[in-house]
C-alpha cells in the first residue's frame, strides 16, 4: 500500500474541485498526498477501483454515478452509508490473509451538508426541512439530516414517484410539486437543475417561511433557485461549495486521523471557481 495514495472517481470528473481541496489540507497537515481523478468507464467502477488498489491507493472519494454501486463492493460500512445505501468515500483496510483487498465505506455528504448549515448559523433541529430532489444526493443527506432532529422532512420531486419511493424509505412525507402547498424553514435544492442554469417551476409559496435556501450545486454567480430565494426574500442563501469543503474534510478525517481547517480552504475555492468562471467568459 502506498499511504500517499487517493483518488476520486466518477464520471464525469474533469471538473472535480476535490484534488485542490485534499493538497490543501494535507499541506495543513504536513503531509504529502496524490490525489488523482480517475475517468471511470461506464460499467467499470469495479475493475477501476481494483487496479487502483493494486497500485496502493488507500482511500477514495466516489462521485456520481457511482456511489450505490460502491456500497455493494465495500466490506464494512458506516450506518450513515448503510442507511443512504450509498458510498462516498473508501477506506483500504488490511488484505485479507487470501490476499482479497477490502474497503470500509462512508458517506460523508449528509455531515458536510450540516456542517455548512451550522456554519450559516441555522439550526436544524425542531426545523422544518423541505428537499427539492430525490436522486443519489438527496438520498445521501437524508441520514445525517434526520439524524438531527429537524421537526419534519418533505420530498418533492420533478418525477413524483421517485420522491415517494425516497420518503417511504425513511417514513418521511412526499408531496407533488405543482400542487404543494408547503413552507419550510429550511427549503434544499438536491437537484441537478442548477448545474445547467435551469429553472425548476416551483410554487411561489415554497419560500413563504423560509429562513434559508441551500442550492446543492455550487456555482462563480447565484444560480437560478439563490435567485429565485433572494427574489422572494429569504434572508440567508448559499450553494453547495461549503458543503463540498465539508464533506472533504470529513473525508481526510477519516482517512488520516486529521482534522482540517475550512474556512480559509471554502475561501480560496470560492476565489478559484470565480477565477475559472471569468477565464471561461474571457
Ligand atoms: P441525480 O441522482 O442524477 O438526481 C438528479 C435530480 O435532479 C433528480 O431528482 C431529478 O429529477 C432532478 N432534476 C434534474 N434536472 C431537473 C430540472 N430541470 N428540474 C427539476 N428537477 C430536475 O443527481 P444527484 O447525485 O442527486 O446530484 C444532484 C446534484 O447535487 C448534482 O448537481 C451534484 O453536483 C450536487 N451535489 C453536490 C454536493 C456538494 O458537496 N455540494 C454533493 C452531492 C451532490 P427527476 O427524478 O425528475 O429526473
Redesign the pocket.
Known amino acids: 500500500m502506498n499511504e500517499q495514495r487517493y483518488a476520486v472517481f466518477g464520471h464525469p470528473i474533469e471538473h472535480s474541485l476535490s484534488p485542490c481541496i485534499h493538497t490543501l489540507f494535507a499541506e495543513q497537515e504536513g503531509r504529502p498526498i496524490e490525489y488523482d481523478k480517475i475517468l471511470v468507464p461506464q460499467n467499470g467502477f469495479a475493475q477501476s477501483l481494483r487496479a487502483f488498489a493494486d497500485r496502493g491507493g488507500v482511500g477514495a472519494n466516489v462521485?456520481?454515478?457511482f456511489?450505490i454501486e460502491a456500497s455493494t463492493l465495500v466490506d464494512e460500512q458506516s450506518n450513515v452509508a448503510a442507511r443512504a445505501g450509498a458510498v462516498?468515500t473508501l477506506i483500504r483496510l488490511p488484505d485479507a490473509e487470501d490476499g482479497r483487498i477490502r474497503w470500509s465505506g462512508d458517506n460523508t455528504?449528509g455531515i458536510?451538508?450540516v456542517a455548512?448549515i451550522a456554519r450559516l448559523d441555522c439550526a436544524i433541529q425542531n426545523r422544518s426541512i423541505l428537499i427539492?430532489?430525490?436522486?443519489?444526493?438527496?438520498?445521501?443527506?437524508l441520514p445525517s439530516l434526520i439524524d438531527c432532529h429537524p421537526s419534519r422532512i418533505v420530498i418533492v420531486?420533478?418525477?413524483?414517484k421517485?420522491?415517494y419511493d425516497l420518503a417511504k424509505l425513511f417514513g418521511l412525507e412526499s408531496f407533488h410539486?405543482d400542487t404543494m402547498d408547503f413552507s419550510a424553514d429550511i427549503v434544499i435544492?438536491?437537484?441537478?437543475?442548477?448545474?445547467?442554469q435551469?429553472?425548476?417551476?416551483l410554487p411561489k409559496k415554497i419560500f413563504q417561511s423560509a429562513q434559508l435556501a441551500y442550492d446543492?450545486?455550487?456555482a462563480a454567480e447565484d444560480t437560478p433557485f439563490i435567485k429565485e430565494a433572494k427574489a422572494q426574500g429569504v434572508p440567508n442563501t448559499s450553494?453547495?461549495?461549503?458543503?463540498?469543503?465539508?464533506?472533504?474534510a470529513e473525508s481526510y478525517r477519516l482517512w488520516r486521523g486529521f482534522t482540517p481547517e475550512r474556512k480559509s480552504v471554502l475561501r480560496y475555492m470560492r476565489e478559484t471557481i470565480i477565477m475559472r468562471s471569468q477565464k471561461r467568459t474571457t
Open positions: 462521485t456520481v454515478p456511489k462516498n455528504d458536510g451538508l455548512d427539492i430532489g430525490a436522486g443519489g444526493a438527496a438520498r445521501g443527506v420531486n420533478r418525477t413524483h421517485k420522491a410539486l435544492n438536491a437537484t441537478s437543475a442548477s448545474l445547467h435551469e429553472s425548476m417551476k446543492m450545486v455550487y450553494d453547495g461549495l461549503g458543503m463540498l469543503v465539508e464533506q472533504a
